[in-house]
């Protein structure tokens, strides 16, 4: 009996490149966009509806559902807030970029700008170079300079995003000023001509968006970025206002306690971490004074010598790369640093406020530092369940993630990010050969499997997340034994290299993924970069997880673990 041959996965592709290229040719033709209609239950009256768009039938005026859904989520802010994005950095970066201008629209009660879409470097669209602007890959053979352009809507879950947050994309910006959607420019600048040669489709007013620009060094040149100060804050350091929210802080004169502080400031700081400030306070304070403490201790010992306490995030291995949210702590500043990002730039009346150049280096998540414990845990919040991954990868790496409990016996699993591609050509990696590399996290594993042995007898914890429920799983599953397999998510694309951590017991996500989960899926799983996002939501179910610190990649795993429930000790990202 002859039996018939599957397709190869190369073979599989292939065909699924040449479908989507004509399934894109056939969109064009018939003038279908891609976009999903948002808010499709939100019911409006006459009044709201614009005058100016009519059917193609050429009909009586029609509401374009989409447009109007845009225009609801616009018509309950004060307007825009736009930014330069940085496309040709990749996306872990973007992500938290992104995440920090959603916090600040937030902030000034504006509609968020994102990009419409990022680059992936996996198949052939654009070369990056051009597109971005940046030389970085000049040197690379041309088939590595070249990238795709994909929605950004594949990265993350905008629809669910859009439930708390008010945030559009360039392109829909510019299709509510009836501006073409192809002057969006490929590296991410905000185009302050083009982009407002428009007028908004929904007003009776013909007069272009105005446009207000906040420099880059007026961003938190020789001060502390914050959100916002409080009215008690403002109170105690007697904030005078000169326009507007805009002011100043009254010149106090520096009690012994304040010198005492600003002495311990190593050089180059502007920020005291909390542990030294308990050792220059000294019996002042209550010893088991909590975060949540809102009088008291010493906190108001801080505030009576002219200081203030400021909360943010410590990093899960105390770096600032990885820009995860799972870490909080406090640090204490002298007020007459702090400058509110809402009353520097809440007042302006401009329809679009744009923050020029990047804000992300050597900065906290949110790119700014926070007043209150209660502002600092929504943005946590906004983090890690706002910014939530798109169905189709939650449910794929559900499904690897079982696919790796079976193959260690029905046990617990643990994974590990292997950074190589960009790190290895910088010189970025733990070791210098690939060999030395994967001994070093076979070594970490043996260490996590000797600590999921000492989490499955319990109690489970988590992380000092708003909302945070354990995992049980550590309590189900056994731990896993000396000879079980481990997962590596990794951008080596060496056939040799692949091969030896295939003999040394790795398994990789094409030892994992199937035929079936691609069509699936949908033709964006040969993305690279989407294939990313998926290694990621599957590393967030591993028993234990260990990466580089260095890595933003290795920053979301965490994030998405600690949405999850993970128990902290069971992640160790090195430095």
């Known amino acids: 009996m002859k039996r018939h041959s599957r397709p190869s996965v190369p073979a599989f592709i292939g065909a699924l490149i040449v479908f989507s290229m004509l399934a894109g040719l056939a969109l064009k033709m018939l003038r279908i966009t891609s976009y999903p209609v948002l808010f499709a239950h939100t019911t409006l009256d006459d009044s709201q509806s614009p005058s100016n768009i009519t059917s193609e039938q050429g009909g009586s005026p029609e509401v374009d559902p989409e447009l109007d859904a845009l225009r609801h989520i616009v018509s309950q802010t004060k307007g825009f ?24 629209g937030r902030i000034l009660n504006r509609t968020t700008i994102i990009p419409s879409y990022v680059y992936a470097r996996a198949c052939e669209f654009d070369k990056y170079g051009d597109a971005t602007g940046k030389d970085e890959w000049r040197q690379l053979p041309m088939e590595k300079q070249m990238a795709w352009r994909i929605p950004v809507s594949l990265m993350f879950n905008l629809t669910h995003l859009r439930e708390t947050h008010a945030v559009i994309t360039v392109s829909d910006y510019l299709r509510l000023h009836n501006i073409s959607v192809d002057v969006e420019t490929t590296s991410g600048h905000w185009d302050t001509d083009l982009y407002h040669r428009g007028v908004n489709i929904f007003s009776d007013s013909k007069v272009e968006p105005s446009l207000y620009v906040i420099k880059n060094e007026w961003y938190d040149a020789g001060v502390i970025r914050v959100d916002q100060l409080p009215r008690t804050m403002r109170e105690r350091g007697r904030w005078n206002i000169t326009h507007g929210q805009v002011g100043s802080w009254a010149t106090t004169e520096e009690t012994p306690l304040s010198k005492a502080l600003h002495d311990a400031m190593t050089s180059g700081t502007s920020v005291l971490d909390w542990d030294t400030v308990l050792i220059v306070v000294g019996d002042n304070y209550d010893p088991i004074e909590t975060e949540s403490s ?16 400021l909360y943010t995030y410590g990093g899960v291995c105390g770096s600032d790369a990885t820009k995860d949210v799972v870490v909080p702590i406090r640090q204490a500043a002298p007020r007459s640093l702090l400058r509110g990002l809402y009353e520097d730039f809440g007042f302006i009346e401009q329809d679009v406020l744009l923050l020029r150049g990047e804000v992300h280096l050597g900065r906290k998540p949110g790119a700014l530092k926070f007043t209150t414990l209660e502002s600092r845990e929504r943005y946590t919040q906004a983090v890690l369940y706002d910014f939530r991954l798109t169905d189709n990868v939650i449910e794929l790496a559900d499904q690897l993630s079982n696919r790796m409990v079976e193959k260690v016996g029905g046990r617990m699993w643990m994974g590990a990010h292997m950074r190589r591609g960009d790190f290895a050509t910088l010189q970025w990696t733990m070791e210098p050969s690939f060999e030395a590399h994967l001994a070093r996290i076979k070594r970490h594993l043996r260490d996590g499997r000797d600590i999921l042995h000492f989490v499955h007898r319990g109690p489970l914890y988590t992380y000092k997340i708003p909302l945070g429920q354990a995992d049980r799983t550590p309590l189900l599953l056994d731990p896993p034994a000396d000879h079980d397999q481990f997962y590596i998510a990794t951008d080596e694309r060496d056939p040799t290299n692949l091969t030896y951590l295939r003999d040394q017991g790795a398994v990789l996500i094409s030892d994992l993924l199937t035929i079936d989960d691609r069509r699936t899926f949908g033709w964006s799983l040969m993305l690279t970069d989407v294939l990313s996002v998926v290694e990621q939501a599957t590393l967030a179910h591993a028993a234990y997880f260990y990466a580089h610190a260095h890595s933003s990649v290795a920053g979301g795993v965490v994030n998405l673990r600690a949405s999850h429930g993970a128990d902290p000790r069971t992640a160790l990202l090195e430095t």
């Open 294 to 309: 809102s009088a008291g201790g010493i906190a108001s010992t801080l505030e009576e010598n002219g200081w203030e306490v």
């Open 81 to 104: 807030y736009a930014r330069d994005y940085s496309l040709w950095l990749g996306w872990n970066n973007m992500r938290y970029i992104i995440e920090a201008a959603v916090l600040h």
